[in-house]
Each structure stands twice: as C-alpha cells, then as structure tokens.
C-alpha cells in the first residue's frame, strides 16, 4: 500500500505561481522505485494527465497544454513528488491529483497508476 497527501493547492492570480507537493508513505516498495504523475480534474471534465516522472528522475513527461510552464521534480530523500506550475492561466483550474505508478507502463494514461492521493484544488482567477 502506498499513501499520497498531496499538498500547496490554493487561489492565485492569473501569472502567478504555486507549487504543489506530494508526500508518499507506506510499506513494500521504496519511493524511488516507483513513476509518479500529476493528473486533474476541472469541474464537468475528465481526469486528464499533467506530467509524470520516471522513477529514476532521468524522463520526465508533460501535457501539450503545460509544457513549457510546469515542472515536476522529485525528491527521494523527502519521499515527495513535486509540480512548480508557472505563468498559471484561468484554465489550470482544477483538481490536482498525484497518483504512484508501479509498472513504469501507460505513464501518460490513469489507467497505468496504482494510488491516487485525495487531490488539492487549485484555482486560478482571471
């Protein structure tokens, strides 16, 4: 079992920035053994991927629609995953979900995550 408490979610002006951050707990398998990916859901709407990383830090994977503005970056040491989301717009808005992914496989899709943490709301204002 691998816990997720997602964390950083709040309002902020169109521009602005916010970093959210995601502490993994659990038994069995070590943090930096397993991919971790963002994912949100704005109200009406699927979930739809954000980013993810590679359990060794080496790839990282964006969406088309934040490339360019968000990071993510991972801390083994701190067992957390992090999203620095820069130049934020009005459609950012949403629920951010971290999730753990175990196999490395479908990394882009919701299907290949094994544990999702409760989500933090994020809302951008125009």
């Known amino acids: 079992q691998v816990q997720l408490v997602e964390s950083g979610g709040g309002l902020v002006q169109a521009g602005g920035s916010l970093r959210l951050s995601c502490a993994a707990s659990g038994s069995g398998r070590t943090f930096s053994s397993y991919s971790m990916g963002w994912f949100r859901q704005a109200p009406g709407k699927g979930r739809e991927f954000v980013a993810a990383?590679?359990?060794?830090?080496?790839?990282?994977y964006y969406a088309d629609s934040v490339k360019g503005r968000f990071t993510i970056s991972r801390d083994s040491a701190k067992n957390t995953v992090y999203l620095q989301m820069n130049s934020l717009k009005p459609e950012d808005t949403a629920v951010y979900y971290c999730?753990?992914?175990?196999?490395?496989?479908?990394?882009?899709?919701?299907?290949?995550?094994?544990?999702w943490g409760q989500g933090t709301q994020v809302t951008v204002s125009s």
């Open positions: 990383i590679h359990w060794s830090g080496g790839s990282t």
């Open positions: 999730a753990a992914n175990l196999r490395t496989l479908n990394i882009a899709t919701i299907g290949g995550y094994d544990y």
